[in-house]
């Protein structure tokens, strides 16, 4: 009697899962612990609090939104891909609770972003709201058509709004170096202005 041959590839879901599970946790309670200050810390990690200030710790909470956020919407889509609205509700209450986290710590260093996020979390909170319309209730061929109309209009503004600034920063970038290479031109043309003066002063 042979044995039932094991296979092991079924592990592998079961081991994302896990590895997805954990990882939000160990980042909150690594961030919590570590040396901020630490310039090792900061040259090993310092891309997860990229543009982040660090005036407190509760500013790096916006990393373990951000993995937990994505952890909860891929789970709910794995294991509730028969209620569409559970899956929106949950979202929805991710999104508020990110929007009240970003309106009361502000988390960016430059008050800009801040306003950024707001308004792209505003955006993302509207278009889950009119989702669990769609969920919930049954509409008419031309309330669903306006309605979806008016989402997509909705977020080609908000993509419109951040493309523009991302533009105007880019623009401000290539400018402020323009104008430092300039600087550094005439300089050097006026050290070998001088140089060539003093030269030929000390000529016979």
Request: contains cysteine.
């Amino acid at each position: 009697m042979t044995k039932p041959e094991y296979d092991s590839s079924r592990l592998i879901p079961y081991a994302i899962l896990l590895t997805l599970a954990v990882s939000p946790p160990v980042l909150l309670v690594g961030l919590l612990a570590a040396p901020l200050s630490s310039p090792v810390f900061q040259k090993r990690f310092g891309s997860l609090l990229q543009n982040l200030s660090l005036a407190s710790r509760s500013h790096y909470l916006f990393n373990f939104f951000f993995i937990f956020r994505r952890f909860l919407y891929g789970l709910s889509i794995a294991l509730l891909p028969s209620s569409p609205g559970l899956q929106i509700t949950l979202q929805l209450l991710m999104s508020i609770s990110h929007l009240t986290y970003v309106l009361t710590v502000f988390p960016y260093s430059l008050r800009l972003d801040n306003y950024f996020e707001i308004l792209n979390e505003a955006t993302i909170l509207c278009v889950l709201s009119a989702s669990m319309r769609f969920a919930d209730l049954p509409f008419s061929p031309e309330v669903s058509s306006n309605l979806g109309f008016a989402l997509i209009g909705i977020i080609t503004l908000n993509i419109a709004i951040n493309m523009l600034f991302f533009l105007w920063e880019n623009i401000l970038l290539v400018y402020g170096k323009i104008k430092q290479l300039k600087c550094i031109r005439d300089r050097a043309i006026n050290d070998t202005t001088k140089t060539v003066k003093i030269q030929s002063e000390q000529l016979p």
